[in-house]
């Protein structure tokens, strides 16, 4: 899906992140702008230690700027209460984790479930898009299954169903393909292409997976907290 | 629980035996006696008095006695004793427990039956047995001092020594003659009511039905030592069962503070996904309840059995304190130790509980809600 250039979903300003380690200060972002539109699938990508994650916490109301100001939709995360950035978590924000972070106790079903039960949707609706979505990501049959019975990629794919089932604007994903195979890696890219693709949900991931960059329509690249190179999507 | 069960146990037997050695639960007599008590301080009228006090709905016996000095002369030896005068058609077990301890002879078969029946330290003193003549000597209503000659006819052993040792029983009748009375006319009416607890509101509410002329007594009143007693065992108790409560809520605590500690990563991904910290706080409160909840209900379940065995057949420590038991305030407790917690003891620890283990949560609930998500879900 091409990404609309009138709709800036996520906007960074000047965004400055130090973490105080003892008396040492690590300055994680160092002043980061930028952009995505709505139905991006961009990539931030860098050595370990340039401000990833970091980023990608900062867009997914994880974490606050030490300066500078992020936006979501219109609204600048610093100025809103913990239950409003609960809330926009909730419905409009999907994660997808490097370690999937799947709750244990919860079966595949369950863990896909859980955020549309916070929304208060029906147990039919809840089931149906469940199901369909468990159907999408080819774990229908293992919809009972716990986490500890799936394989790493199974995991994650029940996370990215767990990501998209609230329906969310934008999904972050952290490392997505860190943890599998190659063959796995592949197949859940295609799955998050797909995604975006058919529903025009939008991805921005974490990165250093050369796989993963080849398939981003738009690459970010932090080197020690600073964009280094951004080729938008146009330039792809 | 098991404290309070044993100490409720005991102390309603302990209350309820001093009520049948003395002047029941709830003695009605003249107002002046409990502070100088003379024969000259009576009750005319006992029969209409038995009356007034059946009338209340939580008594259930009322019987007339004569109690005071008495001194005691065989053909060995002289002694001072404490007799009480009952009439035989009256009492029985319920009412009198020195019946319990009859250990030779029988009780007086009319009030007017010319027997005593004595205690069996007192009978030792005065070298007396079944049928010996003995002659009982006290100062009338008038202050006049008479005698008056009985056979023996019963020996009673309480298994408190002392009381033994001062103890007898005397026909009313013949009593109320030696000493001037008329024949409705006594010292006291004993009242024995269902659930000793409500011993002072049937005294307070006796002594505004009857009137100026008859004090109602309950057995804190006239029996000040034993009240003394209870009192100062029960606040020990209460200070040994807030120690419990804080240990086990301690207990609580850890347990529900551990394992939010051990469960923090999940609650990062839980307020990653979108639970807002109140959403968690519940969660963990709600945690709490069911602990607290099925805790109670596993707690019931396992001591049930044990609980029964205790109130049916007890633990017999007569090893360790001998056969009689112990002394308490003047009152023999049995050597077996037994159970039985009142309704209202045991809902209010398990409510304390319950609330104990709430209150314990609020913490590791709170915890649970500040979480920073960047901190916890960390890569595995």
Request: glycine share 10%; aromatic share 6%.
């Amino acid at each position: 899906m091409n990404p609309d250039e009138s709709k800036a979903l996520v906007e960074l300003k000047d965004v400055v992140k130090i973490y105080q380690q003892g008396n040492v200060e690590v300055h994680a972002l160092r002043g980061l702008t930028f952009k995505v539109l709505t139905g991006e699938f961009s990539a931030i990508c860098g050595p370990s230690g340039s401000g990833k994650t970091t980023a990608l916490n900062m867009i997914g109301a994880l974490d606050s700027p030490t300066s500078g100001s992020v936006v979501v939709e219109g609204r600048n995360l610093a100025s809103l209460s913990r239950k409003t950035l609960s809330r926009i978590r909730r419905d409009r924000i999907g994660f997808v984790f490097q370690a999937y972070n799947l709750i244990p106790v919860l079966t595949a079903y369950e863990n896909a479930e859980i955020v549309m039960s916070l929304q208060g949707k029906s147990q039919e609706e809840r089931h149906a898009r469940v199901m369909g979505l468990l159907d999408e990501v080819g774990l229908k049959e293992m919809a009972h299954r716990r986490p500890y019975e799936l394989s790493g990629g199974q995991q994650q794919r029940v996370a990215i169903a767990r990501a998209i089932a609230s329906g969310p604007a934008v999904v972050l994903a952290d490392e997505p393909t860190a943890n599998v195979d190659s063959d796995t890696a592949d197949k859940l890219l295609a799955l998050m292409e797909k995604l975006n693709q058919d529903r025009g949900v939008t991805f921005i991931f974490s990165t250093h997976d050369p796989k993963v960059m080849a398939r981003a329509k738009r690459i970010i690249r932090l080197v020690d907290g600073r964009i280094v190179d951004d080729k938008s999507w146009e330039a792809v | 629980m098991l404290a309070t069960a044993v100490q409720d146990r005991n102390f309603a037997d302990m209350i309820d035996l001093a009520a049948r050695l003395g002047g029941g639960h709830v003695t009605l007599q003249h107002p002046e006696y409990l502070d100088r008590p003379t024969f000259s301080r009576t009750l005319l009228d006992t029969e209409k008095l038995s009356a007034l006090a059946l009338q209340d709905k939580e008594v259930k016996r009322a019987v007339t006695r004569i109690v005071g000095q008495t001194m005691l002369s065989t053909a060995a030896d002289s002694c001072g004793a404490f007799f009480m005068a009952v009439d035989p058609n009256q009492e029985d077990i319920s009412t009198l427990s020195l019946l319990e301890g009859l250990d030779k002879g029988r009780l007086f078969a009319s009030s007017r039956d010319p027997g005593i029946i004595i205690g069996a330290g007192l009978a030792k003193k005065l070298d007396a047995g079944p049928g010996d003549k003995i002659v009982y000597t006290m100062t009338d209503k008038n202050g006049d001092i008479v005698s008056g000659l009985s056979r023996l006819s019963g020996i009673v052993r309480t298994g408190a020594t002392s009381f033994d040792s001062i103890i007898c029983l005397l026909p009313i009748d013949i009593i109320r003659e030696s000493l001037g009375y008329m024949a409705k006319e006594a010292i006291q009416v004993a009242l024995f009511i269902e659930d000793q607890r409500k011993s002072d509101e049937v005294a307070l509410r006796l002594g505004s039905t009857l009137g100026a002329g008859t004090a109602a007594l309950s057995w804190r009143e006239t029996q000040p030592e034993l009240a003394g007693f209870i009192a100062m065992k029960v606040g020990g108790a209460i200070f040994i069962e807030v120690l419990i409560a804080i240990l086990v809520a301690a207990g609580i605590f850890n347990t529900l503070f551990v394992s939010v500690m051990e469960r923090l990563r999940e609650f990062g991904i839980m307020i990653a996904i979108g639970f807002s910290p109140a959403r968690l706080f519940g969660l963990i409160m709600m945690e709490s309840f069911w602990l607290g909840l099925v805790g109670l209900a596993a707690g019931a379940a396992i001591t049930a059995g044990p609980y029964y065995y205790l109130v049916a057949t007890g633990i017999d420590v007569s090893k360790m304190i001998g056969q009689d038991g112990a002394v308490v305030a003047g009152i023999a407790v049995s050597p077996v130790i037994s159970v039985g917690i009142y309704t209202e003891h045991a809902l209010f620890i398990a409510i304390a509980v319950f609330i104990a283990t709430m209150l314990s949560g609020l913490y590791p609930a709170w915890r649970a809600g500040r979480v920073v998500p960047v901190e916890t879900i960390t890569v595995v």
